[in-house]
């Protein structure tokens, strides 16, 4: 069973303390959303369990396996895969080439045709069978954000984070996105969810972690999320008010 147990992660910035003593476990295929203000430490929080920065104090196991001092790499090995809230396709490579990096560079166990037949399967899957020989800068922003899903599938990873893979897409691919997530969730796969986009977590997730200013300020379904006075004060009671 998938098992990912963050513990006590402190990560500063100079004088900018920017995740606090944030601890919590994803187990299973969970589905859990990762919301909070701008600047609460999100996507600081992705990038150290990807492994791209490592934190001044805490750790992380995935399945037992120690990964926060883990290359990024090593850490994509061990099966957890991230999106960048801004895209990074390689821009001078095809799209089909663009899946087949991460699978030649790290999976040792299929062979260069099983992942092409890999490639095509998640070209299809979101429907983007059609671009495969265009270059990553052709791409719409729209289709970049589709393409690093793609790329993450080619791991087969166990857990996946995607931070704001809704952000700045045109309607008609959100709803690819959006069934990405509830099939690959489906399929047995761990997501954390990160997103501003309170109509997509509150539909699609069945956990909420609330980051302000470093703080996980509440973990738990998102009825009791939306009624915590502690998140209402920090974040959803601004909506309200605006609403209001
Ligand atoms: N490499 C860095 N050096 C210095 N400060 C940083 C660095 N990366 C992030 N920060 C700061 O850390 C804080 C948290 O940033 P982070 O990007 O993690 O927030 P976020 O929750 O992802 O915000 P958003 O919703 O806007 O994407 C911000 O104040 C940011 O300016
Ligand atoms: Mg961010």
């Known amino acids: 069973m998938i098992e990912l147990s963050v513990t006590k ?29 701008n600047g609460a430490g999100k996507t600081t929080l992705t990038n150290i369990l990807d492994g791209a920065i490592k934190p001044n104090s805490g750790t992380v196991y995935l399945n037992h396996h120690r990964i926060d001092q883990m290359p990024p790499f090593e850490v994509a090995k061990t099966g957890l895969g991230r999106t960048f809230q801004v895209t990074r396709s390689f821009r001078r ?18 062979t260069k045709a099983e992942i092409h037949d890999k490639s095509m399967e998640v070209l299809e899957f979101l429907t983007m069978e059609h671009l495969r020989n265009e270059y990553g800068q052709a791409l719409s922003g729209g289709q970049q954000k589709l393409l690093e899903l793609g790329r ?34 489906q399929s047995g796969t761990a997501i954390i969810l990160i997103s501003h986009q309170m109509d997509s977590i509150f539909s699609l997730c069945n956990r909420l972690l609330v980051l302000n200013y470093g703080d996980l300020i ?23 008010e605006d609403e209001a």
């Open 93 to 110: 490579m095809s799209v089909l080439e663009n899946l087949y990096v991460p699978a030649l560079a790290l999976d040792t166990e299929h």
């Open 152 to 185: 993450l599938l080619m791991l087969n990873p166990q857990v996946i984070i995607l931070d704001e893979p809704f952000a700045g897409v045109h309607p008609k691919l959100m709803e690819i996105i959006y069934r990405y997530i509830e099939r690959v969730n």
């Open 9 to 37: 992660l402190n990560k500063r910035f100079g004088g900018l303390h920017v995740l606090k003593d944030v601890s919590f476990d994803v187990k299973g295929a969970e589905l859990v959303g990762l919301i909070g203000p």
């Open 218 to 240: 509440a973990d738990g379904t998102p009825d009791d999320v939306k009624r915590d006075p502690a998140v209402i004060e920090a974040y959803l009671g601004t909506d309200e």
